[in-house]
T-cell receptor, first 117, second 116 residues
């Protein structure tokens, strides 16, 4: 069975601080995909990143960066110089592969990020 | 980019009635669609996987007779909540897997169901 753990239920920081959201996963699949999504109050999921299990390169996109470490089964997400607009619930998710494509996603419980002005 | 729509965006129904939610891929073909449910302040839980032209596969604990899924075309999947009860009130979100890009999934905006 797959599992995604986001231990931080809520994080509150002051604007311009850096913040890291933790994600630890469990899977028996050798090929899998990891995701991060942002969910603002409107509810619509905003895709941030997808990583496959064979690509451990860290990625940076503007103020966002991701650190994937297979050795510790972690896929952490850092926001640099946070802004009020970053306030949302962030979900880490995992999918295996079967039937010739990616499976439905297993989501973590989410981290509610609050950026105070 | 790939767009997935859901209709309606919100619906209120009376207990005991049925409600249908549509999920459409607007600019691509989707052989596989997924349905998720999200209770307030909780995570998303996969309910079922629907493949075009075949029966849906339901996750453990999801009543297939209560949540009827039909994936009759490459661009449309429907979820019907039958005999809805207040505990079925939730946010229902679908995602569609692109036919020729097996590892890409795109989410719809969600449907908020309230059963009174």
């Amino acid at each position: 069975a797959q599992k995604v753990t986001q231990a931080q239920t809520e994080i509150s920081v002051v604007e311009k601080e850096d913040v890291t959201l933790d994600c630890v996963y469990e899977t028996r699949d050798t090929t899998y995909y990891l995701f991060w999504y942002k969910q603002p109050p409107s509810g619509e999921l905003v895709f941030l990143i997808r990583r496959n299990s064979f690509d451990e390169q860290n990625e940076i996109s503007g103020r966002y960066s991701w650190n994937f470490q297979k050795s510790t089964s972690s896929f952490n997400f850092t926001i640099t110089a946070s802004q009020v607009v970053d306030s949302a619930v962030y979900f880490c998710a995992l999918s295996g592969t079967s039937g010739g494509g990616a499976d439905g996603l297993t989501f973590g419980k989410g981290t509610h990020l609050i950026i105070q002005p | 980019g790939a767009v997935v729509s859901q209709h309606p965006s919100w619906v209120i129904c009376k207990s005991g009635t049925s409600v249908k939610i549509e999920c459409r891929s607007l600019d691509f073909q989707a052989t596989t669609m997924f349905w998720y449910r999200q209770f307030p302040k909780q995570s998303l839980m996969l309910m079922a996987t629907s493949n075009e032209g075949s029966k849906a596969t339901y996750e453990q604990g999801v009543e297939k007779d209560k949540f009827l899924i039909n994936h009759a075309s490459l661009t449309l999947s429907t979820l019907t909540v039958t005999s809805a009860h207040p505990e079925d009130s939730s946010f229902y979100i679908c995602s569609a897997r692109v036919y020729q890009e097996l590892y890409e999934q795109y989410f719809g905006p969600g449907t908020r169901l309230t059963v009174t």
